[in-house]
């Protein structure tokens, strides 16, 4: 396993609930554009989070992958939906994108196993 990303998402929530108390202005705009930039529109979320996972692969940022990986499931994504967004990755990409599509590839397995514990339970 190359990193947790559930825990890595959540660890991420918590740091940026802390970076809101630090710098409240900055956060609350931060969180404003995400909302409006993530929220339904003539673009469905699920397709908006889509977009986001690509970029995320393409510039390399671990935990925005972690992130919309677990925010485009969230929104509807299938499995194949996840892997095609990172099939165009890589061609945006090139090599690096290979490995940080391969990140995402492994997210997409570890919220998956989240998601079949948390039904079990």
């Not at 609350?28 to 989070?49: D, V, W």
């Not at 935990?63 to 996840?82: N, P, R, S, T, Y």
């Amino acid at each position: 396993m190359l990193q947790d990303y559930p825990k890595k998402f959540n660890d991420l929530s918590h740091q940026m609930t802390e970076l809101g108390i630090e710098i409240p202005d900055t956060m609350k705009g931060f969180s404003e554009l995400h909302h409006a930039s993530l929220s339904k529109g003539a673009l469905t979320s699920k397709t908006k989070e889509l977009i986001a996972l690509g970029i995320a692969i393409t510039i390399r940022c671990e935990g925005c992958i972690a992130c919309h990986v677990h925010d485009a499931l969230q929104a509807g994504a299938k499995h194949e939906e996840i892997m095609e967004t990172i099939g165009v990755s890589v061609l945006m990409g090139g090599g690096p994108s290979v490995v940080y599509g391969c990140e995402a590839m492994e997210a997409l397995k570890q919220f998956g196993i989240s998601k079949q514990n948390e039904a079990a339970r």
